[in-house]
C-alpha cells in the first residue's frame, strides 16, 4: 500500500524506518521546516530519509492546510500514519486516506490520552505504561479504535529521559509488529470505551516551577518528570534562573525555611524544602556558586 508518514521527531522517525523495513511502500513524509527548532523535544530533519527513500518530502506548519491536503492528495496514499506530531488532523486530512489514517500514543489508551504524557507519567506514580497504535478517525484526540498495544513498566526511580528511550523502542516493535498487518488489511479495530478515558492536560516550560514548600519526594519525581529531553524543572536564585535536571530527597537534621541552601555536600547543594531536603545533584545556572544560606525561589 503507498503510505505517507506524518512526523517531525525522532520517534516518529524510527518507526517510519521499522515500517520500511518491515514492508511498506513510502511515498511521502509530511515534516516540520527547518531549521530545527531547540525548543521541540525529539525534533529531527527527514530531507536523508526522503531522499534515500524516494519520497515525497512536503514541509508544513499547518497539517490541514489546503496547500499541505493537495501535496498529500497528489501521493494517493492508502495509508497515513500520524506519529510525533502536534496537531490535531480534520476530516479533510482523514479523507485523504483510502485505508484509514493511524496514530501511537505513549499510554495504554484509553486511560490518559492528550498531552505531556511522559511527565505525567512520571508525576502520577504510574507503575505500569505502553504505547497504542489506534486509527484516526476524527478531530478528537486519541479516540479512534485501537490497533494494538506494548506494555512498558515504570521503574520507580524512572527518569524522563529513561522513559522516553524505553517508549521509543515499544513504537518501533509495535510498529514491526502491526504495520505488516495493517498492510495486508488484517489488524484488529477494537473500539475504545469512553467511560473508561480519562485526559492529560498540556504542560509548558513554565509548568516546571519548583515550589519549595512541596515535600521533597514529590519533588523528586517533579525534577525527574521533566528532565531531559524535556526543558527542566526550574527555580530562581534572585532574578537569575537554575535548572534543575536531577536530585534526590535526604533527610534533614533540623527544620529550615523552604528553598533555603542548608548545606553542601559532593554531590551537590542540599535545599530545604517542605518538609525533608533535596540534593541538586546535576544543575545549570548563570548565578554563580549557590552557597549556603542562599535562599532559592
Known sequence: M?????SFDTIGRDCLEASVDVGADVVGIVTLPGP????????????????????SLVETRDINALETLNAIRKLEPDLVFVVGWSQLVHDPFIAS???????????LLPRHRGRAPIPWTILSGLARTG???????????????????????????????????????????????????????TAPRIPQDPARASTWHRRVPADGIIDWETRAPYLYDWVRAQTRPYPGA?????????????ARPVELPAAAPAGTIVE?????????????????????TSAGELAVGARLG
Open 2 to 6: 503507498r503510505t505517507v508518514w506524518v
Open 131 to 185: 504505547v497504542t497504535l489506534f486509527e484516526i478517525v476524527d478531530a478528537t484526540a486519541d479516540s479512534g479504535a485501537i490497533v494494538g498495544q506494548a506494555v512498558v513498566d515504570v521503574a520507580s526511580d524512572e527518569t524522563a529521559t529513561t522513559l522516553f528511550a524505553r517508549l521509543a523502542e515499544a513504537h518501533v516493535s509495535l510498529t514491526r509488529e502491526l504495520v505488516p498487518q495493517l498492510l495486508a488489511g
Open 97 to 107: 486516506a483510502r485505508e484509514g489514517v493511524f496514530g501511537m500514543h505513549p499510554t
Open 234 to 246: 526550574f527555580t530562581f536564585l534572585g532574578d537569575e534562573k537554575v535548572v534543575v535536571w536531577g
Open 36 to 55: 530545527l527548532d531547540p525548543n521541540r523535544s525529539g525534533q529531527c530533519a527527514f530531507d536523508d530519509v526522503a531522499a534515500r527513500l524516494g519520497a
Open 264 to 284: 553542601i555536600r559532593p554531590e551537590g547543594p542540599v535545599v530545604a524544602c517542605g518538609e525533608g531536603g533535596l540534593v541538586l545533584e546535576e544543575f545549570q
